[in-house]
């Protein structure tokens, strides 16, 4: 195998395993190119080297992804080694033999690899809505977010971070993980929410802390404080988000009704109506743009407020597995006490 066979077979594992771990959608596999490379081969080397980095990966078997998924990624990795080679993988159907004793939860991991050579791994449900809430999984402006973190880790290294809306956790982890924040505040509205929010930060090492008054210093210095807090955005008080004295802000894939981007916006205005003569915050809202109009309201909305933003540049790394069409972008809004004080 040459040099440039060699690469062009590494990145193929490379892009099996991203997607794999993270259980990405079945369709979003360089399959073709994988059908090609077998029928360039007479032996098994790629498949087995595959299977290694997806159904045998350590992350895999010690945080299993839905079994279902596993099944129906088989049946293809299967299906391609069959239209090539006339000989069976026994590999394959004993994996494919485990994987239909096991039993389908509501419940199953993705990982996510990052460059640091950690993981962030979450247990997510099963269903896109459960529980009455879509904060149950990870969409894709989430992984997005994260990778602009990871580009620009001087906005949160030593830095209290308040999230809002932290779903199942993903961006808030690999911040923690990649970027050193001083201290982190997760935050969500509905219980079921937050109790599989504080499984996933206990999942991926994180001890959590009871809300602590500013500038406490975690007993690990090398990790940041980390808290959970459940806020409404609705219900909250200007005193209740000024208590946690953020330098970043940062929100993922909240912008999906428009009930939702009115109640973020109030919670950004009571977050300005809470700078006193510090610094005031920085604050990142990542967001896919799934209905143009959805993102012109709110603009429209920060701009009534007096909430300057701006449009962050694209940035260069692609480091996790999302749909590549989707169009994504990011705001950055200055939260500056406004000239009257705001009754919330």
């Avoid at 099996?16 to 059908?35: H, K």
């Avoid at 999984?137 to 906005?155: D, F, I």
Wanted: proline residues 6%; glycine residues 4%.
């Amino acid at each position: 195998m040459t040099p440039e066979e060699s690469a062009e077979a590494a990145r193929l594992l490379r892009s099996f395993e991203r997607r794999f771990l993270a259980a990405r959608a079945l369709r979003s596999f360089p399959w073709q190119t994988l059908e090609e490379k077998l029928r360039d081969s007479t032996d098994s080397e790629l498949l087995l080297a595959i299977l290694q980095k997806t159904v045998k990966h350590p992350l895999s078997v010690k945080h299993p992804p839905s079994a279902k998924y596993v099944h129906c990624f088989l049946l293809e990795l299967i299906k391609k080694h069959e239209a090539v080679h006339t000989e069976p993988l026994d590999e394959l159907y004993e994996a494919l033999a485990e994987v239909l004793t096991t039993e389908e939860s509501s419940q199953a991991h993705r990982s996510y690899l990052l460059p640091s050579g950690d993981a962030v791994t979450l247990c997510e449900s099963t269903a896109i809505i459960s529980h009455g809430t879509t904060g149950l999984v990870t969409w894709n402006a989430a992984l997005y977010l994260a990778e602009w973190a990871v580009e620009n880790p001087a906005a949160f290294t030593n830095r209290t971070v308040l999230e809002l809306g932290s779903g199942a956790g993903f961006t808030g982890l690999a911040i923690c993980k990649v970027c050193h924040p001083r201290a982190y505040i997760f935050s969500d509205c509905h219980s079921r929410v937050l109790e599989q929010l504080r499984g996933n930060i206990l999942l991926n090492g994180f001890s959590l802390e009871p809300t602590q008054p500013p500038g406490h210093c975690p007993p690990d210095s090398k990790k940041p404080t980390v808290t959970v807090a459940q806020l409404d955005w609705d219900l909250v008080t200007v005193s209740q988000l000024s208590a946690f004295q953020p330098d970043t802000v940062i929100a993922a894939d909240v912008l999906y009704c428009p009930e939702t981007s009115h109640s973020l916006v109030r919670a950004l205005r009571a977050l300005s109506a809470g700078q006193t003569d510090q610094r005031a915050p920085d604050a990142f809202v990542a967001f896919t743009i799934r209905n143009p109009e959805t993102s012109q309201r709110f603009t429209a909305e920060l701009d009534q407020v007096g909430i300057r933003w701006e449009a962050v540049p694209r940035h260069s790394q692609k480091l996790f597995p999302y749909d590549e069409h989707s169009e994504m972008a990011i705001l950055k809004l200055t939260l500056q006490a406004p000239r009257t004080h705001m009754q919330v």
